[in-house]
């Protein structure tokens, strides 16, 4: 599609499933403050580059951003309660993002195969799910806040550029493969109380105990 740019009709309340999907020129595009919900696939493969979802959207839809390569800075709603699956799988632009603290879970593969460098989880979420960032070769700097109770299996798989992680005491069980294949991680802090399923971390992994 040659659409570069776009603005929205102010009355639109729902923006429909794959509305701008492969739209490789669109590089921006301003959402109405009555937008509540934008559907799956929206943006999918579009050529985006920087986008702000208004604190009106409560809902976004899977795979809305999904390979959205060339997606730099988004600003997420403070209404949403998840990041949803594939949401950003593939932005590999995208170095950083400011996850709001009304977020409770992190869906499966959210932001995997992204370019994520640095990424805070914030105390509201309770569950990083299936492979969410699995793949993000270039996160550096991964801060869990108190809160988190559950990280699913390959949640964080293959994240090479992982050097240390400390695990807040709030997490109650982390699933197979979390953290394998992070060929960098070296030291790991983590309550006793945490229980493990098989092959969480790479084998030469120091884990150090906080209680």
């Known amino acids: 599609s040659a659409l570069v740019s776009a603005a929205l009709p102010k009355t639109i309340a729902e923006i429909p ?40 959207v409560r809902e976004l839809g899977s795979w809305t951003f999904h390979s959205c ?23 590999t632009a995208l170095k ?23 990424i805070v989880i914030p105390g509201s979420v309770r569950e990083i799910r299936f492979a969410a960032f699995e793949n993000c070769s270039a996160l550096a700097s991964l801060t869990l806040l108190p809160g988190v109770v559950e990280i699913k299996s390959l949640a964080f798989k293959n994240c090479t ?11 109650e069980k982390i699933g197979k493969e979390a953290f394998l294949g992070c060929t960098g991680l070296r030291e790991v802090m983590l309550s006793q109380k ?8 790479p084998p030469d992994t120091e884990i150090k105990y906080s209680d």
């Not at 739209?23 to 050529?47: M, N, Q, W, Y």
């Not at 550029?161 to 997490?171: C, K, N, Q, T």
């Open 17 to 56: 499933r794959a509305m701008f999907a492969s739209c490789t020129a669109l590089k921006s595009i301003e959402i109405p403050g009555g937008v509540t919900k934008i559907g799956d696939r929206v943006f999918e493969e579009s050529g985006l580059e920087t986008i702000v979802i208004p604190g009106s």
């Open 69 to 91: 390569t060339a997606l730099a800075a988004v600003s997420l709603s403070g209404a949403m309660t998840e990041i949803p699956g594939y949401l950003f799988q593939k932005c």
């Open 96 to 118: 950083s993002i400011e996850i709001p603290e009304s977020v409770v879970r992190i869906d499966f593969a959210a932001f995997g195969g992204s370019g994520l460098e640095a």
């Open 161 to 171: 550029a992982l050097r240390a992680v400390d695990i807040p005491e709030s997490v």
């Open 194 to 201: 945490t229980a493990l399923e098989s092959g969480v971390f």
